[in-house]
């Protein structure tokens, strides 16, 4: 799917237009980002948690030379599912 095919969806569901659907979706990422930048985590109650972990630096290897290189430490985003949407998806 698509961004373009969950505007529609979300137009369709919600009855509204697609420019209103895709201005809510653009706002609710936008949301969704500045929360995980100054909090870190972002709980959507029977969806899911979205949470920004540390990861460290380690040593990895380059697949075409073999020579081992340091892969620098980095911030992820990380997705734990809630019980509905696991529920859901079985």
């Given at each position: 799917?698509?961004?373009?095919?969950l505007v529609a969806?979300?137009?369709?569901?919600?009855?509204?237009?697609?420019?209103?659907?895709?201005r809510a979706l653009?706002?609710?990422?936008?949301s969704?980002?500045?929360?995980?930048?100054?909090?870190?985590k972002?709980?959507l109650?029977?969806f899911g948690?979205?949470?920004?972990?540390?990861?460290?630096a380690?040593?990895?290897?380059?697949p075409r030379?073999g020579?081992?290189?340091?892969i620098?430490?980095?911030?992820v985003?990380?997705f734990r599912p809630?019980?509905?949407l696991k529920?859901a998806v079985?």
């Amino acid at each position: 799917m698509t961004k373009a095919d969950l505007v529609a969806k979300i137009a369709e569901k919600a009855s509204m237009t697609k420019a209103d659907a895709e201005r809510a979706l653009n706002a609710f990422l936008d949301s969704v980002e500045s929360t995980l930048v100054k909090e870190g985590k972002l709980t959507l109650t029977g969806f899911g948690t979205f949470v920004v972990e540390e990861r460290k630096a380690r040593t990895g290897r380059n697949p075409r030379t073999g020579q081992s290189i340091t892969i620098p430490a980095a911030k992820v985003v990380k997705f734990r599912p809630g019980k509905l949407l696991k529920d859901a998806v079985k």
